[in-house]
């Protein structure tokens, strides 16, 4: 069975700093591109940042820019997303997503999210 399991969300103040981690299993990620989105409440899911497997190209939503850093250790099979100078607008569940197929508009796999609260 394949999975993506995220864990290291929890309550922070603005300004902290949290490591969230994704890692898979069933299959092997190392040579996919991974992701990670985030839904607020009342909001649409949207992305955050994503890796290529190679890790040399990495991308980010305007909004964390400067704040937030994804990374990848593929001999763990694993994803981290380290966020810092956190605001309340970061609040949200934090999905990791794996692109298996190609398609640079589809991703294959889902973890099943991890919620990280920033309290003003």
């Known amino acids: 069975q394949v999975q993506l399991v995220e864990s290291g969300g929890g309550l922070v103040q603005t300004g902290g700093s949290l490591r969230l981690s994704c890692v898979g299993s069933?299959?092997?990620?190392?040579?996919?591109?991974m992701a990670w989105f985030r839904q607020a409440p009342g909001k649409e899911r949207e992305f955050v940042a994503r890796?290529?497997?190679?890790?040399?190209?990495?991308y980010y939503t305007d909004s964390v820019k400067g704040r937030f850093t994804i990374s990848r250790d593929n001999a763990k099979n694993t994803v981290y997303l380290q966020m810092n100078s956190l605001k309340p607008e970061d609040t949200a569940v934090y999905y990791c997503?794996?692109?298996?197929?190609?398609?640079?508009?589809?991703?294959?796999?889902w973890g099943q999210g991890t919620q990280v609260t920033v309290s003003s």
């Open positions: 069933g299959r092997d990620f190392s040579r996919v591109v």
């Open positions: 890796i290529t497997w190679s890790a040399l190209s990495k």
């Open positions: 997503a794996a692109q298996v197929n190609g398609d640079p508009v589809r991703y294959d796999y």
